[in-house]
C-alpha cells in the first residue's frame, strides 16, 4: 500500500450479506448485498445486488452467503474484503463481551445504542483491521459447544449435514491440492475452529483464497445430486466453506505465510429486522376512534373476545382504528384474528411490536393476574405520535355499549379520563389501615379517595407527553414496590389531572364476593353509584383472579360468553375450563440407535421399550455419540 508522506486509511469493505429486509449499520465502510437477488420475490431498495456484473446469484440456495463473497470478488476494488451477516457482525470495540457456548454474543436489536457499544462505525472499523492481514470469528471448541470431540463429529451431529458429503470435499481437495492433506486432517481431526463465514482479508490474500475456493466448491456441486436435499441439506456447500476457511489458513500459516490473524468476537442480533412505525389511517380523521389493547399469545381468546364485543356494539357512522400492542403472537393467530374481525366493515385491526421499547427495562408484576402487557399503555404515546387521544382497554372486559360515547368524552387539560376504583377505596375505610398505610408510605397521594381504576382510560396523549417521556415512565415502572403496578403509577403521576367517567363504564365484577367484603366499605356515595351501574353496565370488567373463562359461575359470565362463544377461539377457553393445557409443539427425537443397526435386536431383548433398563441405555448411547 503506497503512503503519500502521511498514514493513508486502507479502503475497507465489509458486506453484509441479506436475503430478508433488515437494520444496517451506517458507514462507508459497510456494504448491504442483497444475496438471491436472481430469484428473489422483492428487490432490496437499500442494498447492493448479487446478480449485477459477474455473479453467481442463483446458486445462492447452494452457496448462500458465498453468492456475495464471489460478487464482490468480481465487481469491487478495496484493500480490505470483508463478510459478515444481516444478524451477524464482528465486535469491533476494545471491550471483550460475554458469550454463549456457540462462542456468540446475543443482543436485540441493531440501533444507535448498540452499534456504538459494538463498534459497527468506520472509525473503529479501521482501528480494528489496521496492521492485520487477516480477522476471523474467535476459534471455538466443539467440545464446549456439545461435547463433540472433533470437526467430523461435530458435522455428522447435525442432522441436515451428511459426512460423504465431507469426505467427498476432503477427497477433492486432497486430489487437487495434495499438500493441503495434512492441514485438513488437523482441522477436521481437531475440536477448534472459526464458524460463520466471517472474515476480512488483505486484498491480495482475499483474491488467492477465492481462487483457490471456488474451484472446489464448483466440482463438488457438478458431481453432487442436490434434488432430492432438503432445504437445509442443500446448503451444504455453504457449510463446507466454513470448514474449507479454516483449512486454508492452517495450511497458509504452516507453510510460513506468518499472517497476522485476528479473532474478533461475533455478535449476534436476535431482531435485525427494521422497525416499522404504526402509520395514520386514511380515514376521516373525525369519524375515528381509536382504541389501543395489549396482549400475549397466551390470551389471545380473551383479547379476541373483548374486541368483538366492542365492534358488536359499536357505531356504524364511526371508524375504529383497533391496535393491538403485542410482543409475541403468532402469525396465524394474527390471520385468524383479523380474518374474524373482518365482518366489521367500519373497523381496522392492526398489531404493533412494542419488544424495542421495552429492552433494558426490568418490568415485573406484583400480582399472578397481573402481565408485564399492563405496562404497553406508557408506550402509547410514543408508538402513535398522529393521536392526541384515543382508548386504552384491557382485555378482561367485556363491552356492552358503544366506545364512541366514551372517547367523546370532554377532558379538558386531564391527562386521564377514567372510573373510580372502588376496590381500592373501599379498602382504604378497612379498619386494618394497611392501604392507607401504604398510600402515604409509597404513593403519596394527597386524595387517595380519587384513586380510578386503569382497566378502562380515555388517554390525553399530549397531556401526557408533557408529564414523563416514554422511557420515564418505564424507567419508574421499574421500581419496586407498587401493589397494583402501573396504575399505581399512572394515579400518582396523574393526580389532579384526572376526568371521572360513570361507574358504567368499568363495572368490576364480584370478585370473590367483594361487593359486600370489600366494596361496601367504600363512601355511601361512591357504592350507590357502583351499584346503580350493576343494572346497565356498558362495560363489564373482571378484574382479579376470577375470571369467567377460568369459573363459569363468576358473577356477569353468561354476559361474557354471550360473546366467547361465537368467536374461533371458544375451543380454546372451553378446553382451559376444562383444565386441558394447551400442548407443547411436537419434537423429533432421533432414534438413540438405529433401527437397522446389528445391535438393536439384542437391544429389544436385553432391554424392552418402556423398562427403565431401556430408558438407561438411551442415555448412554446418546452421551456416546455426543447427542442431547
Not at 467427498?168 to 477448534?192: E, F, S
Not at 395514520?280 to 368483538?308: C, G, H, K, R
Not at 371521572?500 to 356515595?525: E, I
Request: aromatic share 12%; net charge negative.
Amino acid at each position: 500500500m503506497a503512503l503519500t508522506g502521511e498514514h493513508q486509511h486502507p479502503d475497507i469493505k465489509i458486506f453484509v450479506s441479506a436475503h430478508k429486509p433488515a437494520v444496517f449499520p451506517e458507514g462507508n465502510s459497510i456494504l448491504p448485498v442483497q444475496v438471491g437477488a436472481a430469484k428473489a420475490a422483492k428487490r432490496f431498495d437499500n442494498t447492493l445486488h448479487d446478480d449485477e456484473g459477474e455473479n453467481i446469484s442463483c446458486k445462492n440456495p447452494r452457496y448462500c452467503e458465498l453468492t456475495a463473497q464471489y460478487w464482490a470478488w468480481k465487481n469491487e476494488d478495496a484493500d480490505y474484503y470483508g463478510f459478515c451477516h444481516y444478524r451477524r457482525y464482528f465486535d469491533f470495540a476494545d471491550t471483550p463481551h460475554k458469550e454463549n457456548d456457540y462462542g456468540e454474543i446475543i443482543d436485540s436489536y441493531i440501533d444507535s445504542q448498540t452499534i456504538k457499544e459494538y463498534g459497527i462505525n468506520d472509525v473503529d472499523i479501521a482501528k480494528a483491521v489496521d496492521g492485520w492481514d487477516v480477522i476471523t470469528t474467535p476459534l471455538n471448541d466443539t467440545r464446549r459447544i456439545g461435547g463433540f470431540t472433533n470437526l467430523k463429529q461435530h458435522w455428522g451431529a447435525d442432522r441436515h449435514l451428511r459426512l460423504k458429503d465431507l469426505r467427498h470435499m476432503y477427497d477433492i481437495l486432497c486430489a487437487r491440492h495434495p499438500d493441503y492433506k495434512a492441514d485438513a486432517d488437523a482441522v477436521l481431526n481437531g475440536h477448534t475452529a472459526a464458524f460463520c463465514n466471517m472474515f476480512i482479508m488483505r486484498k491480495d490474500i482475499f483474491f488467492e483464497y477465492n481462487e483457490w475456493l471456488f474451484p472446489l466448491l464448483d466440482e463438488f456441486a457438478e458431481h453432487t445430486d442436490f434434488s432430492k436435499m432438503d432445504v437445509q441439506t442443500t446448503r451444504t456447500v455453504g457449510h463446507l466453506s466454513e470448514r474449507l476457511l479454516n483449512i486454508f489458513l492452517a495450511h497458509k500459516q504452516r507453510t510460513g505465510a506468518n499472517w497476522k490473524i485476528e479473532r474478533l468476537q461475533c455478535v449476534h442480533f436476535l431482531h435485525p429486522e427494521p422497525f416499522t412505525k404504526l402509520e395514520p389511517l386514511q380515514e376521516n380523521p373525525e369519524s375515528i376512534v381509536p382504541v389501543v389493547f395489549a396482549a400475549d399469545d397466551n390470551y389471545v381468546p380473551m383479547l379476541t373476545t373483548t374486541i368483538y364485543s366492542m365492534l358488536k356494539n359499536a357505531s356504524a357512522d364511526r371508524f375504529y382504528d383497533v391496535i393491538v400492542l403485542e410482543r409475541n403472537i403468532s402469525d396465524e393467530n394474527k390471520q385468524n384474528i383479523t380474518k374474524f374481525l373482518a365482518q366489521f366493515s367500519n373497523a381496522a385491526v392492526r398489531f404493533y411490536d412494542v419488544s424495542r421499547y421495552l429492552a433494558g427495562f426490568n418490568l415485573t408484576t406484583s400480582n399472578a393476574h397481573i402481565s408485564v402487557e399492563t405496562y404497553y399503555r406508557f408506550i402509547i404515546q410514543e408508538a402513535l405520535p398522529f393521536y392526541s387521544k384515543l382508548l386504552y382497554l384491557d382485555c378482561d372486559l367485556v363491552v356492552n355499549g358503544d366506545v364512541a360515547e366514551l372517547f367523546d368524552t370532554e377532558m379538558g387539560d386531564n391527562a386521564i379520563a377514567a372510573v373510580p376504583d372502588i376496590d381500592f377505596i373501599g379498602n382504604l375505610n378497612m379498619k386494618d389501615g394497611i392501604r392507607a398505610e401504604y398510600v402515604r408510605k409509597q404513593l403519596h397521594m394527597r386524595d387517595a379517595y380519587g384513586y380510578f381504576q386503569a382497566g378502562v382510560l380515555v388517554m390525553n396523549l399530549d397531556r401526557m407527553r408533557k408529564i414523563h417521556t416514554v422511557h420515564e415512565w418505564l424507567q419508574i415502572a421499574s421500581k419496586p414496590g407498587y401493589i397494583y403496578n402501573d396504575q399505581d403509577i399512572l394515579n400518582t403521576e396523574c393526580e389532579g389531572l384526572v376526568t371521572y367517567l360513570d361507574y358504567s363504564w368499568n363495572v368490576m365484577h364480584n370478585c370473590a364476593g367483594r361487593v359486600t367484603g370489600v366494596f361496601d366499605f367504600a363512601p355511601a356515595n361512591v357504592y350507590k353509584a357502583y351499584m346503580e351501574s350493576r343494572k346497565a353496565p356498558k362495560v363489564v370488567h373482571y378484574a382479579g383472579f376470577d375470571k369467567p373463562w377460568k369459573n363459569p359461575w363468576c358473577d356477569f359470565a353468561p354476559l361474557y360468553w354471550q360473546y366467547a362463544q361465537e368467536t374461533p377461539f371458544v375451543a380454546q377457553m372451553y378446553a382451559a375450563i376444562s383444565g386441558v393445557q394447551k400442548p407443547e409443539p411436537p419434537e423429533h427425537h432421533d432414534r438413540a440407535i438405529a433401527e437397522d443397526s446389528p445391535i438393536r435386536k439384542y437391544v429389544d431383548i436385553l432391554a424392552p421399550t418402556g423398562s427403565k433398563q431401556r430408558e438407561l441405555m438411551k442415555v448412554v448411547a446418546r452421551k456416546v455419540q455426543g447427542k442431547k
